[in-house]
């Protein structure tokens, strides 16, 4: 491939300008429908209100299923802060892609294609304590593609340990299209996890030796109050996915220092089309 070739079909995010969000105001969710047929790299929301816990819901449906569900404080105080991607206070971002990752297919890999005949909608819910909010929306995306293999979610479900010591989470996808990328348990109670596939142990990590794991490097930033499961934290995102495949069971076994609810806050991609079709 010449210097041309490359410059012309090489990957190159270009930032465009949304269309404007509907409902604006105190204890709303504003609305805006997204014109599809674009690869979007990221979606960026970008607010007056700083404050990340008054940003009470970030929603983005793809054809009418929910894709992203999250909070302000998800994207400012977890991913952001994790991955090192620093933004200034007031812009919230979905990234779809893993600008951390070290090959372009492991960068690429979350991406979200859309197709014309799609419908993409986003939601944001302010608190009712804000003063005068604004809200405008803008994206990274590169040419439109005819074939869609992935959508990337972001989503969060709640666990409750019982017990001090060791508990169970049993994952409730058991599918070969299905990859988590990262799972996020935000208590520092978390002190230790194990995962089994179909009692085959296949990570075993204490809290103090995972984070030193994921911060060698210095590519990630563990939080205290998070543990961390990051198959591909090393960059490797297309070879490093975890897949969810198992005969009878998937189990994420965790020991918590104490008992009390923990969000568990998801990052995974859904394959839908076999790469044979590529």
Known sequence: MNLLEVAVNGFKPTPVELNNFVGVGPGQRASLSITPGATFQM?????NITDATKITKIEIELNGSTIVNCTGSDLKTVLEAYTKRNRAAGRYVVNFYNPEAATLNSMRLGELVTLPSDTLTAYVTFDA????????????????????????????????????????LAWPTRRGDHFIRRLHFLSATVTKLQVFRDDLKVFHATKADNAEDLAEGGDNAPLASAFHFDPAHIGFQWEGAFPTIASKSLDFKYDVSATGGIKVLCETIDQVTSLAAA
Not at 144 to 149: D, K, L, W
Not at 154 to 167: L, Q, R
């Open 43 to 47: 979606i960026e929301f970008v607010s």
């Open 129 to 168: 304590s804000v003063v005068s909010p604004t809200l405008r929306a803008r994206a990274l995306v590169t040419p439109n593609q005819s074939v869609r293999y992935f959508i990337p979610k972001i989503y969060s479900i709640n666990i409750d340990p019982s017990v001090v010591g060791e508990n169970n």
